[in-house]
């Protein structure tokens, strides 16, 4: 039995009229860029997540950059990160002039720990820019009283987190400002690049600007910007597929569920907070036998991934800016992540299941 890690044509077979009438509808109306579909794209993703308002980018690495800008971040001041993500966070902070802080991730969570949190807080400090790693939340009502307190940006890379909730409530609506990635891998995935940003009218306002080349109207550019313009069609597609994405939740979150409950006691597996409404993205267990178990897997036809193998502040491109994370310097180095996605058999998942079994009997 072959498994591969993800299977994205399932998406397109699930939503196939309404693909391809959103494709069909955007060539005809000769529309590609900004205008009507963006308007509606934004209207229904604010609706989505219960935000205020929702400024559409071309990717989730230009939402982040763009909110930081809209958020007036910049040289001089310092970011609060995480050293756990994929390098699009780090990569934002730096292009923006200020500086990445990192902190430390907790050991089960794999979330930014905020018991270290506080500690790296400077006058300089300015937000916080925290991931949901693997679809999982941190403690968002402590970190909101954590910035309050501080006069922090709230800001969340809520890449792998479209579909989860806090408390009840949606992701995109609780921080200052989220940032969300519809990368076709993800859960809710485009056919190409495409994101958003979710926040007050006021913020999204500039986060339009900026990614509009720093333009206000036609010809009045006001500051320099980016071209960061969703694509119309991607943001077509992403709209057909939106219907479906509980459907697809709630699948990822029956097979997490029955992995949790075959893993237990077997292997390590993410601790999981119950006020989370957990979005999936990934399906991680963790062992300082990774490689092995990588290769005992993939004997098995079983096709796995790393999320992430490299720690940002590890990277010789962020070495100016390195300061030790052990924990996270240590988890990449064992973590492995399964195939989870929606429309596994029964099989699959008893396939998967046994063969990680096996590994460590």
């Not at 309404?18 to 109306?29: F, G, K, L, R």
């Not at 310092?78 to 780090?90: D, K, Q, R």
């Not at 992701?171 to 989220?178: E, H, K, L, Y």
């Not at 809710?188 to 495409?194: F, I, S």
């Amino acid at each position: 039995m072959i498994i591969p890690f993800t299977n994205l044509h399932q998406q397109y077979v699930d939503c196939k009229q309404e693909i391809d009438q959103a494709v069909a509808n955007t060539i005809a109306s000769s529309s590609f860029i900004t205008g009507p579909d963006v308007t509606a794209f934004e209207k229904v993703m604010a609706e989505y997540v219960g935000a205020e308002d929702c400024a559409s980018t071309g990717s989730g690495t230009t939402a982040l950059i763009c909110a930081l800008r809209a958020a007036g971040i910049g040289p001089g001041d310092e970011v609060l990160t995480t050293p756990h993500t994929f390098v699009a966070t780090t990569e934002a902070i730096v292009v923006v002039g200020a500086t990445p802080v990192f902190v430390d991730i907790d050991a089960d969570t794999h979330l930014i720990d905020l018991d270290i949190l506080e500690s790296k807080i400077t006058p300089q400090s300015r937000a916080v820019l925290f991931v949901d790693i693997y679809g999982q939340c941190p403690d968002l009502s402590r970190l909101r009283d954590i910035c309050t307190q501080h006069n922090l940006v709230m800001i969340e890379d809520a890449a792998h987190s479209l579909g989860t909730q806090w408390q009840g409530q949606q992701i995109g609506s609780i921080a200052d400002i989220t940032c969300f990635s519809f990368n076709p891998v993800k859960n809710l995935g485009a056919m190409g690049d495409a994101g958003c940003v979710t926040g007050s009218h006021d913020m999204m306002q500039r986060v339009r600007m900026y990614r509009d080349h720093g333009r206000i109207g036609r010809y009045n550019i006001v500051e320099v910007g980016y071209n960061a313009r969703i694509d119309n069609m991607q943001s077509n597609i992403v709209m057909a597929k939106l219907p479906k994405l509980v459907h697809w939740i709630n699948r990822k979150r029956a097979i997490c569920s029955w992995y949790n409950e075959q893993f237990s006691g077997v292997v390590k597996t993410i601790k999981y907070d119950p006020r989370v409404g957990q979005g999936h993205y990934v399906y991680v267990v963790q062992t300082p036998q990774r490689d092995q178990l990588k290769e005992f897997l993939a004997g098995r036809g079983i096709q796995t991934n790393i999320h992430y193998a490299v720690t940002t502040h590890q990277q010789p491109a962020f070495k100016s800016w390195y300061t030790p994370c052990p924990v996270a310097e240590r988890t990449v180095n064992e973590i492995l992540s399964l195939p989870n996605w929606y429309s596994m058999t029964s099989q699959e998942n008893i396939h998967v299941a046994d063969s990680v079994k096996e590994f460590f009997k």
